[in-house]
């Protein structure tokens, strides 16, 4: 009987415990909502946690916590039971325990001292402190789990381990945060943790991958999109402080069911089918390193511009383009001033991953030998790519600036895509605004109005801003190289197809299509005016440029409603004349003013019928006051070009008839789709007797070509010049 006495007696006067102590003194300092909160912490934590922490420790995560709560103004709004399993926790995951909260306190309260609301608060945190640290993502890291001071003191982390600081850092200035992640893609690519962040509902992000546009985005909507809430392995988890029979899938500890989980699966997962895209990486040795890229169909087809990355960005976080599940692609990338071609790649159903290392690429060259028919699709390709080495960098510029420079002139713009990319390029829509000869703010206000005027099914719609503010804003020399700039610029980084690119434009941007259209009708589709003034322009450049006139009847100004009768009059019988050329639409609404009510909305879908003929049989060129060098496939020597000069070209059979002031060491540029280039090729200038040539196709007639032009669908492969 004596033992059982002295266990008894031992129990009775057994010493309280680190929790214990915990909650009693968060009961005396905060009262009884301290209390509560200390027993919601304890109630919860792993077993091991009891045994190890001390009451210190747990005191001052309790009394940082409660202080964040009465400093920031979001923290004030946080729901009871939000703040208790999402701000007071001092830990997310397994990670060792450090005491984290004060020093965490200490750095971000001046960066989000301004901060009105969460989300801004988050977005300031994950923009930032990061940097202030001096910790981003690095596969070097030290383990998966690091807590935030092993992550600070190596600078490296995960995806995991920088969830876990932002996570830390948001509660750390009372925001609601928690982790969420999947143990494995549906892709079977590995894992993936990022981080949940509660503003009146629950919003996501990537660690240290801030989004400018907002919360709610990242890299891996496109993988979390194809999560399966039934599937375990393949769900989606948000950490949880309080236990509900749910563990969080530790993928670094299989076995451990420590952590507390909520299954989010149906916040992510869309139930649309999965389009099927390519992944790709590149890998010089095992570092991966930021480079441009193209792929596409072996056979030919529309190039994919893609920029690799590398650096702080996760291992899953990669370029995807749109394959076709069966063809083979290749790709190529521009590594040190070389251009490096990989071998086959075959699409697959769904999503899969391209993992290009250096050592296993080839230097992309253009076979020896002679180029036939066949082959020169592949030549001027190799030799587009080479030609975009030298300054696709500036170019890739220029997009991100939406500016372009020529001279002392800069032209801006504003954009937006519609619809989804089809198989053979986007379409490019260059809508002019109107104003002009008015003060910049004006003209300000009717580019803005321009970029909400139409809207392609599909495409990509530009409304640039005119670089200066002149009565003729789109007609000035300097616009002509910085629309075929601008058109180059898409064409190479931004998957547009060079055979889709429309000219709109209103009032005196109406002007400018008037002018524009004639002088560059080779580098578009089709083209609209509405409501402009033609002033000086002709339309016999207008040979194979589908061509809209859209005008008030009531427009009376300048005489623009005559103009565009008498104009819509003069292509009929042009038309009449030539009924393979001059293909237009005419509409004079009546009783309406300059503004037409959005009427004229009507030409979008009626020029998204036309793609660019490159190659015509035949064509009408007359020159403008602003003189171009080549127009389709003539080229004029240098300073050849002047105002009113005519050139009238056909091609009838292996024969081709110039006609008009054609000077001497005029360029015929010529290519398989124009004329056979393995038959003999008879020109006539002016009824003048016949001369043969025999063209050969050319790397070098490529190259010249593609520097003046880089369009690789109106590329010639050979030449005649005529002497």
């Excluded at 009961?27 to 792993?46: I, Y």
Aim: aromatic share 10%.
């Amino acid at each position: 009987m004596r033992p059982i006495l002295f266990l008894l007696a031992t129990a009775t006067f057994a010493v309280a415990g680190p929790t214990d102590e915990f909650i009693t003194a968060a009961k005396e300092k905060h009262g009884n909502f301290g209390e509560k909160a200390a027993k919601f912490l304890v109630e919860h934590m792993p077993e091991k946690d009891r045994e190890s922490l001390s009451a210190e420790f747990l005191t001052e995560n309790l009394d940082l916590a409660l202080k964040a709560r009465e400093t920031f103004p979001w923290a004030k709004e946080v729901p009871e039971d939000i703040f208790l399993n999402d701000v007071l926790p001092y830990a997310v995951f397994d990670e060792p325990r450090d005491p984290w909260r004060a020093d965490f306190l200490e750095k971000a309260t001046p960066l989000v001292k301004d901060a009105k609301t969460a989300t801004e608060a988050a977005q300031i945190l994950n923009r930032y402190f990061f940097k202030l640290i001096n910790t981003h993502y690095n596969t070097e890291r030290k383990r998966t789990n690091q807590s935030p001071k092993e992550s600070i003191e190596q600078g490296k982390a995960t995806c995991t381990g920088l969830s876990i600081i932002l996570v830390d850092v948001c509660r750390a200035v009372g925001i609601p945060a928690r982790a969420v992640g999947t143990p494995m893609w549906t892709n079977g690519r590995g894992n993936h943790t990022w981080v949940e962040i509660w503003d009146q509902d629950w919003h996501f992000t990537g660690a240290d991958e801030y989004n400018a546009k907002g919360l709610n985005r990242g890299w891996f909507t496109g993988d979390a999109g194809k999560a399966r809430a039934d599937e375990p392995i393949h769900a989606i988890y948000a950490t949880s402080w309080k236990k509900d029979g749910l563990s969080f899938p530790l993928v670094w500890s299989p076995q451990s069911k420590s952590v507390a989980a909520v299954n989010v699966t149906d916040r992510y997962a869309k139930p649309a089918e999965a389009k099927p895209v390519l992944g790709i990486r590149f890998f010089d040795g095992d570092e991966r390193k930021v480079v441009h890229g193209f792929v596409a169909p072996e056979t030919g087809g529309q190039l994919q511009h893609f920029l690799t990355k590398a650096g702080t960005a996760d291992l899953n976080d990669m370029p995807r383009v749109a394959v076709t599940p069966g063809t083979r692609y290749r790709a190529w990338f521009m590594v040190d001033g070389s251009l490096l071609e990989s071998g086959p790649i075959t699409a697959t159903a769904g999503e899969s991953t391209f993992d290009a290392r250096r050592d296993d690429l080839k230097k992309a060259e253009i076979p020896a030998g002679p180029i036939t028919a066949e082959s020169a699709p592949s030549a001027i390709r190799l030799s587009y790519l080479k030609t975009l080495a030298s300054d696709l960098e500036a170019r890739a510029g220029e997009l991100a600036a939406k500016e372009i420079k020529h001279g002392d002139k800069t032209l801006k713009w504003l954009e937006k895509t519609f619809g989804d990319a089809p198989a053979d390029g986007r379409s490019l829509w260059i809508s002019m605004h109107g104003g002009g000869g008015a003060p910049a703010r004006v003209n300000d206000q009717q580019w803005q109005n321009q970029i909400r005027l139409y809207e392609p099914k599909e495409g990509i719609y530009v409304a640039p801003r005119a670089p200066t503010d002149t009565w003729n804003l789109w007609h000035q020399g300097h616009i002509d190289p910085m629309f075929s700039r601008l058109i180059e610029d898409m064409v190479a980084l931004r998957g547009v197809n060079p055979d889709k690119v429309y000219l709109m434009g209103y009032s005196a941007g109406g002007d400018g299509v008037w002018q524009l259209g004639p002088r560059m009708a080779d580098r578009f589709a089709a083209a609209s005016m509405m409501a402009g003034h033609p002033n000086e322009a002709q339309l016999d450049g207008l040979r194979n440029l589908p061509f809209a006139i859209f005008m008030g009847g009531n427009d009376a100004a300048y005489d623009r409603n005559k103009i565009a009768a008498e104009r819509s009059k003069r292509l009929d019988e042009l038309h009449k004349a030539d009924p393979e050329g001059y293909v237009h639409m005419s509409r004079i609404y009546p009783g309406l003013p300059h503004w037409m009510n959005r009427k004229d909305a009507e030409a979008v879908p009626w020029m998204a019928k036309f793609t660019r003929e490159a190659w015509p049989k035949k064509i009408v060129w007359l020159q403008d006051d602003v003189t171009h060098d080549r127009f389709y496939w003539i080229q004029l020597p240098d300073g050849a070009a002047k105002k009113d000069q005519r050139i009238e070209a056909t091609v009838d059979g292996q024969t081709v008839h110039l006609s008009g002031d054609v000077p001497k060491g005029t360029r015929l540029l010529l290519n398989d789709a124009l004329i056979d280039l393995d038959q003999p090729v008879s020109v006539t200038v002016n009824d003048q007797p016949a001369k043969t040539f025999e063209p050969r196709r050319s790397v070098k007639v490529i190259e010249a070509a593609l520097a003046a032009r880089p369009d690789p669908k109106s590329c010639p492969t050979a030449e005649v010049i005529l002497n």
